[in-house]
C-alpha cells in the first residue's frame, strides 16, 4: 500500500499541524510506502500534479481552501481514496465567519473521510453532515523526549510564563499582552516561542504592541525553537498560557503538561479533551 501526504508549501515550519504531519508518516513508514507531496494550488493544477501509485491520498486540511483543485486531482486519480486531515477549519470554529468555510465545505464533499485530532472536531463535522463512519479521531501522541523525569521547579525569582505559538492573529496573542499590561504591578516574566513569518504584519504589530506599553524587558521573543530543544524551554518555565480563543487540540499544550507545567487557557473548542481530570489546568 502506498499513502501519500498531500502538504501546503509551508510544511517545513515548526506549526503544531506540521508535526503532526510528520509524526503520522514516520509511523505508517513501518510497514507502508509513504510520499509527502508539497503542494501550492495557485502554482500547479491539480490536474498537473503526479501521485501515481497512491492507493490514499491525506490531504492537509490547509489545502481543503482549494476545492476544485482538490477535485481536479481525484478525477486524476480515481482509485485513490482521499481523506482529509483536519487540523482546523473556519467551518468548525465558532468565531469564524468568512467566504472560506464554503470553500471547505465544498472539499468536505469531495474526500471519502476525515482524521480529526479532537471529538470536538469529529463532532462539528458530523454537523457539517459527513457521515459518522467516515470521521475517526486520532489524537496527537507525545515525542519520547518530552517524556522522563520532570524537573523540579523550586526556584527564586518571578513567575516564568510560557506561550509557544507562532504570532497568527488566532492565537490571542494581542489581546494577552493587553492583559499583562494590566498586571504590571505584579512580578512575571513572559517567553514567546514561534515564528513570525506567516504574519509578519501582525507579528510587527504585537512587537509594536508591546513597545507602546513598556513591557519589552519583560518579555522574550524566542522565534522559532527546533524540537530537540524545546522541551528546555517548558522545563524552565513555571506556568503555561495560552490565549488563542479557540483551538481545535493545541499540541504545545499536551507537552506543557507532559513536562510538568500548569497551564491556562481558554476553553473552546478541543481544548478540554487535553486535561482529562489533570488538576493543573485552568481553563476560562
Known amino acids: ?39 501550492t494550488p495557485e ?30 486531482v481525484q478525477v486524476e486519480h480515481p482509485a485513490a481514496s482521499f481523506v482529509l486531515l483536519v487540523h482546523y477549519l473556519r467551518c468548525v470554529d465558532p468565531n469564524r465567519e468568512d467566504s472560506g468555510i ?5 472539499a468536505l464533499e469531495i474526500v471519502d473521510g476525515a482524521v480529526t485530532t479532537s471529538r470536538f472536531t469529529r463532532r462539528s463535522l ?5 457521515a459518522a463512519n467516515r470521521v475517526q479521531v486520532v489524537r496527537p ?20 510564563l510560557l506561550t509557544v505559538a507562532n504570532l497568527l492573529p488566532g492565537k490571542g496573542l494581542r489581546s494577552f499582552v ?4 494590566d498586571l504590571q504591578d505584579l512580578p512575571w516574566t513572559w517567553t514567546l516561542v514561534g515564528g513570525a513569518s506567516l504574519d509578519p504584519e501582525y507579528a510587527a504589530g504585537i512587537f509594536r ?23 528546555t524551554w517548558y522545563d524552565r518555565a513555571d506556568l503555561f498560557v495560552l490565549p488563542s480563543r479557540f483551538e481545535t487540540c493545541s ?34
Open 1 to 39: 500500500m502506498t499513502v501519500c501526504f498531500l502538504v501546503p508549501d509551508i510544511h517545513d515550519l515548526q506549526t503544531g499541524g506540521n508535526v503532526y504531519n510528520r509524526r503520522m508518516a514516520e509511523e505508517l513508514r513501518s510497514d507502508t510506502a509513504v510520499q509527502v507531496v508539497p503542494w
Open 251 to 284: 499540541l504545545s499544550t499536551r507537552e506543557a503538561m507532559a513536562r510538568g507545567l500548569p497551564v491556562v487557557g481558554y476553553r473552546g473548542g478541543g481544548m478540554p479533551e487535553n486535561f482529562g481530570r489533570a488538576a493543573a489546568g485552568h481553563l476560562v
Open 141 to 160: 501522541g507525545l515525542g519520547a523526549r518530552y517524556r522522563g523525569t520532570r524537573p523540579v521547579r523550586l526556584r527564586d525569582g518571578p513567575p516564568r
Open 209 to 231: 504592541r508591546l513597545q507602546a506599553v513598556g513591557l519589552t524587558h519583560r518579555v522574550t521573543w524566542t522565534g522559532p525553537i527546533a524540537p530537540d530543544t524545546l522541551r
Open 102 to 106: 464554503g470553500n471547505e465545505r465544498a
Open 178 to 181: 493587553d492583559i499583562l499590561r
Open 126 to 130: 458530523l454537523e457539517e453532515g459527513m
Open 43 to 72: 502554482e500547479t493544477p491539480g490536474s498537473a500534479l503526479d501521485l501515481s501509485g497512491a492507493d490514499a491520498v491525506v490531504v492537509d486540511s490547509l489545502l481543503a481552501q482549494h476545492p476544485d483543485a482538490l477535485r481536479a
